[in-house]
């Protein structure tokens, strides 16, 4: 599986990993919640394949929100 990211899926990643508080110490927690989880969850499902193109994009949910999206590309 070859996996590209997006400058939108980095940028996401970035908001959801730092706070003014803590810095960018959450960077590690964000890229497990917002990507392997979900990649992990595609791949068990099927819906990943050996061979396959993933492309991970940033985009806004309905509230608005920053979120992880994957374009899947055989």
Not at 17 to 37: D, H, V
């Amino acid at each position: 599986v070859n996996i590209e990211i997006d400058n939108s899926a980095i940028k996401a990643v970035l908001k959801a990993g730092y706070s003014e508080e803590y810095g960018a110490r959450q960077i590690k927690r964000a890229i497990i919640n917002l990507i392997e989880e979900k990649f992990a969850n595609d791949l068990l499902n099927g819906n990943v394949k050996s061979g396959d193109t993933v492309r991970v994009i940033g985009i806004k949910n309905e509230s608005g929100d920053d979120i992880i999206d994957f374009i899947s590309c055989q």
